[in-house]
């Protein structure tokens, strides 16, 4: 089975830096990946991580520790539009290859 | 245009009443899903497909059941609908190819009462 954690909610202030954290433990793993969900909307994607390490894109990275179970997503430069649920998700190992999402963290960005 | 399309985007209906969310897609993907999101919660798969003869349950199928029609189509039903269905339904598509991604439709809010 899958067991995915991240805070429920965090605060942070326009220009600063702030980290999401996501802990996991599967049965098997083969990727892990950050959606971005602004309220009533669709998530769209915004990170993939499968080998340890960090990824950089634009404002946001993203970096994985398979050895700890362990990700984050680091958004910089916040901007007020960056107000959103933010979702991590883990690929499972059987054949199928599904996603299990964690509960989210919602994030609100204040001037 | 959307690439993944839903109807209908809002439905409010009364318990035991029949009920169907379409989704279309073009992607050309043939990988379908269908999660629903409850807060709190996430979300949880439903059902997926990996063409069109292939339907498999996912975490949470119990009280639905689904068709893929085309490559394009796939839609849920709710056969009798009660009010703990009362969530927000997303349809997704995915290229097993690339990352493997999930790309989503806008959803559908169903209330049930």
């Known amino acids: 089975g899958q067991n995915i954690d991240q805070p429920t909610e965090m605060t942070a202030t326009e220009g600063a830096i702030v980290q999401i954290n996501c802990t996991y433990q599967t049965s098997g793993f083969n990727g892990l990946f950050w959606y971005q969900q602004h309220a009533g909307e669709a998530p769209t994607f915004l990170s993939y991580?499968?080998?340890?390490g960090l990824e950089e894109k634009g404002r946001f990275s993203s970096f994985l520790s398979r050895s700890k179970g362990y990700s984050y997503l680091l958004l910089k430069e916040l901007q007020m539009k960056d107000s959103a649920s933010y979702l991590c998700a883990v690929r499972d190992q059987t054949g199928a290859n599904n996603l299990f999402f964690g509960t989210g963290t919602r994030l609100t960005v204040i001037p | 245009d959307a690439d993944v399309t839903q109807t209908p985007r809002n439905r409010i209906t009364k318990t035991g009443k029949r009920i169907m969310l379409e989704c279309s897609q073009t992607?050309?993907?043939?990988?379908m899903y269908w999660y629903r999101q409850d807060p709190g919660l996430g979300l949880r798969l439903i059902y997926y497909?990996?063409?069109?003869?292939?339907?498999n349950k996912g975490e949470i199928s119990d009280g639905y059941s689904v068709s893929r029609q085309a490559q394009a189509k796939f839609s849920l039903s709710l056969e009798s609908a009660i009010p703990n269905q009362t969530a927000l339904y997303f349809c997704?598509?995915?290229?097993?190819?690339?990352?493997?991604?999930?790309?989503f439709g806008e959803g559908s809010r169903l209330t049930v009462l």
């Open positions: 992607k050309g993907h043939d990988r």
């Open positions: 991580n499968v080998l340890d």
């Open positions: 997704a598509t995915s290229d097993p190819g690339n990352t493997g991604e999930l790309f």
């Open positions: 497909s990996f063409d069109v003869k292939d339907i």
